[in-house]
């Protein structure tokens, strides 16, 4: 028991030291490089299928970016059955900016979102002017008026061709403030950020609410067309981009996720619609990463609550080290840093929400979503 113990407290010593600093917190967009000497010209594409309930302060927020160069917005409505596309409109009176055009029905090897961002893409590259840099942005995330202006200087000023800011998520109800940072805190131990932001480095991430995209550079790519399989397309985009040049994501206060969490089992469904994914869809890695959970998280609880002697100061130690790295992403995020006193259970949904992934991939309902199935498209 205490050579467990001892290794737990290793593991937990070597994330905080050799991970790349993930538990900091501390890559964001709060810096803003200096403005460009020429605005580049940007189109925001914005895939939408019943998003009824977000969608008018979504398009609210597009129409008032303070921008200085030529932006346009795509909204792409796929087969909405709510009045999503009327709501849109409604959003932009006034406005030149808004155009809005139907998916073409959803063709056999593609998700339904990059179907609609690959649509939106070729509409916004048609014509002799096609945008710089395309916005990337989901259906259900607000932003400040500042936020293209601030995207756009860092491309610009640091030569990026994927610049992503990971939005802040919706935390009021009590699943939500309970569940949402570690989400965040989990996205970051898989994916460093300064390591993501470092162009020698070859992990890649980023968060497919708010993605700055140089276009040109993802033509030669391939296009959306090169990930049109992927459920977890904002990181799968990310690897495709760093293969053209440097890559850039951060935290953000500039960008909101407005869509609600309000129980424990929708927070679970989110984490469900991609985890088995994230595995590659792989039995011996969810048994790996159950297993895995199981000794980084919960031990660390149990060796410190009922072990004895020096297995129970290692294993308090460990514990204590968890709810240090916890600490920043709770202050982000403004939540008591109690919560860190939580994260083995906290831990525990996820893996419980890891397996339900599983076995709603098994049943041929994996990557659920407006009533799609979405996982392992061939």
């Known amino acids: 028991m205490l050579a467990l113990a001892i290794l737990v407290l290793a593991i937990w010593a070597g994330m905080l030291t050799l991970r790349d600093g993930f538990w900091r917190a501390d890559v964001t967009d709060r810096a803003v490089p200096p403005a460009p000497q020429r605005w580049p010209s940007i189109v925001a594409i914005v895939p939408a299928r019943d998003e009824a309930a977000v969608i008018a302060p979504v398009i609210a927020s597009l129409i008032r970016q303070d921008y200085a160069g030529e932006f346009r917005i795509i909204l792409v409505d796929d087969s909405s059955s709510d009045g999503t596309a009327a709501i849109a409109r409604a959003a932009a009176a006034g406005s030149d900016r808004l155009t809005v055009m139907s998916a073409a ?198 060796l410190a609550l009922a072990g004895e002697g020096d297995v129970r100061g290692v294993g308090a130690a460990a514990w204590f080290l968890m709810i240090v790295a916890f600490w920043p992403i709770s202050r982000f995020y403004r939540q008591s840093p109690a919560w860190g006193l939580a994260l083995p259970l906290i831990a525990a949904f996820y893996a419980g929400a890891t397996v339900w992934s599983a076995w709603q991939h098994w049943r041929g309902r994996g990557g659920l979503w407006k009533g799609r199935a979405q996982a392992a498209l061939q």
């Not at 991430?205 to 459920?231: F, H, P, Y």
């Not at 089992?265 to 969810?286: C, E, F, N, T, W």
């Open 105 to 302: 029905p959803l063709a056999s090897g593609w998700t339904g979102k990059l179907a609609a961002v690959s649509q939106g893409i070729a509409a916004a590259s048609s014509g002799i002017n096609p945008p710089d840099f395309l916005w990337l942005t989901d259906a259900d995330i607000q932003h400040a008026p500042d936020t293209l202006a601030s995207l756009a200087s860092r491309a610009m000023a640091e030569d990026r061709v994927l610049v992503s800011l990971m939005a802040r998520l919706r935390c009021e109800s009590l699943a939500e403030r309970m569940l949402i940072p570690a989400f965040v805190f989990f996205f970051q131990l898989l994916y460093p950020f300064a390591a993501i932001n470092r162009p020698r480095r070859a992990i890649a991430g980023a968060a497919g609410g708010c993605m700055l995209v140089k276009r040109d550079a993802l033509e030669r790519a391939g296009g959306i067309a090169a990930i049109r399989t992927a459920l977890i397309d904002d990181c799968a985009l990310a690897a495709l981009m760093k293969q053209q040049g440097p890559i850039w994501l951060g935290l953000t206060d500039r960008s909101l996720s407005i869509r609600p969490y309000p129980r424990f089992a929708d927070v679970g469904a989110m984490i469900a619609r991609s985890a088995y994914a994230q595995l590659g869809y792989q039995p011996l890695l969810l048994v790996g990463t159950i297993v895995g959970m199981a000794l980084v998280y919960l031990a660390p609880l149990v």
